[in-house]
C-alpha cells in the first residue's frame, strides 16, 4: 500500500466511523447497504476475482445465512450466537458445496452456482414449520429507537466489511492468493508445477460463503423480516459482480471502490431519471467499463493528465 493509498484509506476510515454523528437515519441506513454490499463483493472477488472462476452463488449464501440467523435468533438466543451459527453453516455449505462444484469449469460452474440459490428458495419455501414458507419470518423486536438501530447495524456491518477487507489483504499477500493467481492464469499448468488447486479453491469459495453468510444474518436481524423471495434475490448474485468490474476484479479496494461507485450512481439515476432508472443506470456502468476495463481502481488522474498532454 502507497503512502496515498495509506492516507486515503486512514481519512474514509475516519470518516465512517464518525458518521454516525454527522448524518441523519436514511444516510445510515445508505451507508450500512453500501458496506452490505462491499462485503457481498469483496466474498465474491475472493473466486470470481483472484481465481477467476465465474461465481453466481452469493445469493445462495446470503439467504442462508440469513434464514439460519434468523431461525436461531426467533427461538429466543442471543442475536450474537444467531450470527455465529450462520457463518458456521454457511462455511459447513460452503466446504461442502465446493468439493462438488469446483470439479467444473466455467459456463457448467456458473450455472451450477446459479442453480443452488433457486434450489435452497424452494426448500425454504417447503418447510414451513421451520422458516414460515412464503410467509416470510419475524425476527423479535429490539425495542430501541430508530436511531439507536441505525447506529448499531451500521457500526456492524462496517465491522464486519472491515473484516472482509483485512481477509481481502491477506489473500492477495500470501501464498494462497499467488495460488489463486495462477489458477485464474492456466489452472492446468498450475496442477503440473505442483500447486494443489482444488485444496486453494474450496479455502478461496469458503471464504466467500462464510462472508456472504455473515452479510446475510446481519441482513436479517436489521430488517427484522425476511421471505425467500427477498434473500434468495438473484440480483444478490448478479450486483456484486457488476460491482466487482465496475470497481477492479481480483483487486484489493476495487470490491470497494465498485460497490460505493455503483450505489452512488443508483442513487442519483434514482433522483433524477425515475422513469428510466435501470435504463440509465446500466448506460452508465457499461460506459465506465468500456472505457475502465481494469476498473475505477486502476484509474490514475496523472495518467489521465499525461495523456491529455501528449495529446
Known amino acids: 500500500m502507497t503512502r496515498p493509498q495509506l492516507l486515503i484509506f486512514v481519512l474514509v476510515v475516519a470518516l465512517l466511523l464518525a458518521l454516525p454523528l454527522l448524518g441523519n437515519n436514511y444516510v445510515l441506513r445508505l451507508a450500512t447497504i453500501t458496506l452490505m454490499y462491499a462485503v457481498l463483493t469483496m466474498a465474491w472477488n475472493v473466486v470470481g476475482g483472484f481465481a477467476g472462476y465465474p461465481l453466481f452463488g452469493i445469493a445462495a ?3 442462508l445465512g440469513a434464514y439460519s440467523g434468523a ?3 426467533s427461538s429466543g438466543f442471543p442475536i450474537a450466537l444467531a450470527w455465529i451459527v450462520a457463518v458456521v453453516i454457511g462455511t459447513a455449505f460452503a466446504v461442502v458445496l465446493g468439493f462438488i462444484l469446483l470439479r467444473l ?3 457448467a460452474f456458473a450455472i ?3 442453480v443452488i440459490a433457486e434450489v435452497l428458495r424452494e426448500l425454504t419455501n417447503g418447510w414451513t ?3 414460515g414458507g412464503g410467509m416470510g419470518l419475524n425476527l423479535p423486536f429490539f425495542g430501541w429507537s430508530p436511531t439507536a438501530l441505525a447506529v448499531f447495524f451500521f457500526y456492524v456491518m462496517l465491522g464486519l466489511a472491515a473484516a472482509a477487507f483485512v481477509t ?3 489473500v492477495a499477500h500470501n501464498r494462497l492468493g499467488f495460488a489463486l493467481n495462477c489458477i485464474r492464469q492456466n489452472e492446468d499448468a498450475a496442477n503440473i ?3 494443489d488447486t482444488t485444496r486453494y479453491k474450496i479455502i478461496a469459495f469458503t471464504l466467500s460463503g462464510a462472508f ?3 452479510a446475510g444474518a446481519v441482513y436479517a436481524s436489521w430488517t427484522g423480516y425476511i421471505e425467500p423471495t427477498d434473500v434468495y434475490d438473484v440480483l444478490f448474485s448478479i450486483k456484486p459482480i457488476i460491482m466487482a468490474l465496475l470497481g477492479g476484479m481480483g483487486t484489493v479496494f476495487g470490491p470497494i471502490i465498485g460497490a460505493v461507485a455503483f450505489l452512488a450512481l443508483d442513487e442519483l439515476v434514482w433522483r433524477n431519471f425515475l422513469q428510466l432508472h435501470t435504463g440509465v443506470l446500466g448506460f452508465l456502468i457499461v460506459v465506465l467499463i468500456l472505457f475502465l476495463p481494469s476498473g475505477l481502481s486502476a484509474f490514475r488522474i496523472s495518467n489521465l493528465w499525461r495523456k491529455a498532454v501528449s495529446a
Open 112 to 114: 451450477a452456482t446459479l
Open 71 to 73: 431461525v436461531v435468533q
Open 61 to 63: 449464501f446470503f439467504g
Open 129 to 131: 414449520s421451520l422458516t
Open 168 to 170: 481481502t489483504y491477506i
Open 193 to 195: 508445477v505442483g500447486i
Open 105 to 107: 469449469r466455467g459456463h
Open 212 to 214: 456472504a453468510a455473515a
